[in-house]
């Protein structure tokens, strides 16, 4: 089950991969500026990157740090990082394909770990950030940041459908108590969660990941058939571009 | 997968990731070398991601060895492919 969900994610992104790359909403923001500034704060000699896509973390850690691994299960998109990388002039980043549950790093590997938009892809979250842990030293900042669930079941529910049909290897958005339990439980000390909110355009959010039209149908048919209380909540408009509830999780290594 | 698996299997002596002859400098030209043989700064990172043991580089054959895994994981583009559905069985003979 766990290679088929893996091959799913692989043959999902890679054709996609440049549109990650040049996708605006991946491409900017104020978790990546976070991101960017505590990697300057740290001067890290190894970074990870957990689940790179289209590599912006990774090219925002790289000028702060010695090494950068940009890891992801999508052959494709490495080879987009690898390349766009070098055209960035940025010769320190190492691309790895890996499953995060097992990551092919020694133990203490990384003084700085990040994952940015990855984790609701991860089949085991749990796994997944007890490797991180396993990979990173003691005292090594580790930021998360991901699309995350109000915790009502109402909104889940909607959200975890729409993602559902237009994305495949979607797995889950977890609520921002499960993040911190799960970090909590992997060694990773939350110090501090900033929340936010983030516009998707329709039609851009359903051309990047090229979304069969009968799966766009039903997202469409979802949201108009949906309450009052679910279009006011993720703030669904006209042409369906809507309010996504992102969080970033600031933590250390225990 | 088995993320608790990560024994003290290291063999006695085995410090670190065995370079094959084909290895690139560090000198080398870092596309080149990104788009062909893996990263050498990347090797002496790596460990098998099942035993956690150091791998072997074979540069001939564009893979890194796990002898306690008894895998052979591709390197495709100078990209380490380090899934273990992925890696070649190692024959009796190797």
């Known amino acids: 089950m766990t290679t088929t969900q893996n091959r799913l994610i692989d043959r999902q992104f890679g054709p996609m991969a440049a549109a990650y790359v040049e996708s605006r909403v991946h491409a900017a923001g104020a978790d990546l500026d976070l991101i960017a500034a505590r990697a300057a704060e740290v001067r890290p000699s190894v970074a990870l990157d957990l689940g790179t896509g289209g590599g912006h973390v990774a090219y925002a850690l790289a000028p702060h740090a010695g090494e950068v691994l940009a890891c992801d299960l999508s052959a494709g998109m490495l080879a987009t990082v690898a390349r766009t990388a070098a055209e960035k002039g940025l010769a320190n980043i190492r691309t790895v394909e890996a499953d995060v549950r097992a990551l092919g790093l020694d133990a203490a590997t990384a003084d700085f770990v990040a994952s940015r938009y990855s984790a609701h892809h991860w089949t085991d979250l749990a796994a997944g950030l007890r490797e991180a842990r396993r990979v990173a030293k003691a005292g090594a900042p580790a930021i998360f940041a991901d699309v995350v669930t109000s915790g009502v079941a109402l909104y889940d529910t909607h959200l975890q459908a729409v993602e559902l049909l237009r994305d495949p290897s979607h797995v889950r958005n977890r609520s921002i108590a499960e993040w911190t339990a799960l970090l909590r439980d992997a060694g990773f000390e939350t110090l501090a969660v900033r929340r936010d909110r983030l516009r998707l355009d329709f039609a851009t959010w359903i051309a990047r990941m090229g979304t069969p039209e009968a799966h766009v149908t039903a997202i469409r048919s979802l949201q108009e058939g949906a309450s009052a209380e679910v279009r006011r909540h993720f703030a669904i408009e006209p042409d369906g571009s809507f309010l996504l509830e992102t969080a970033v999780f600031e933590t250390v290594a225990d | ?94």
Do not use: H, W
């Not at chain 2, 043991?53 to 054959?61: I, Q, V």
């Open chain 2, 1 to 94: 997968m088995t993320p608790g698996a990560d024994g003290p299997e290291a063999r006695p002596g085995e410090t670190g990731m065995t370079e094959g002859s084909g290895m690139t400098d560090g000198s080398a030209d870092e596309t080149k070398n990104r788009r062909g043989k893996v990263d050498p700064r990347l090797l002496e990172l790596l460990v098998c991601p099942l035993t956690k043991t150091t791998l072997s580089y074979d540069a001939g054959r564009q893979e890194l060895v796990s002898r306690s895994a008894r895998l052979a994981f591709p390197v495709r583009d100078g990209i380490p492919i380090m899934i273990p559905d992925e890696a070649r069985q190692l024959g009796e003979d190797e």
